[in-house]
């Protein structure tokens, strides 16, 4: 089994209509390495392809050891629109701490 994103980040979700960002915040410099290598925008897509997500965009914020995931498309429509439990989409984040890297 490899490291799940939660062992080297913790991550912040907001909306805007139809559309998700969820932001990955590393822990350390080394956890910083590790998520720019391989949490790539296709790797998120992919994860959240279950939810309709649309094109996945991932912009680093070196600074702050971030990488901030546009999502569209993953809300159902959005907060005056879906009927899922969570139409603000704040549990999105745990969607992607859980995604598996690679141990090495």
Not at 64 to 88: E, Y
């Amino acid at each position: 089994m490899g490291i799940l994103v939660h062992e080297l980040a913790h991550a912040r979700a907001g909306d805007k209509g139809n559309t998700s960002n969820v932001a990955v915040f590393a822990y350390n410099g080394s956890g910083w390495e590790k998520l720019r290598q391989e949490l790539t925008a296709e790797r998120v897509e992919s994860a959240f392809s279950h939810l309709g997500a649309g094109a996945v965009r991932r912009y680093e914020v070196e600074s702050l050891k971030a990488l901030n995931f546009v999502i569209p498309k993953v809300l159902a429509g959005g907060v005056t629109r879906s009927l899922r439990l969570d139409p603000h989409g704040k549990t999105l984040s745990a969607l992607m701490l859980g995604i598996e890297l690679s141990d090495q």
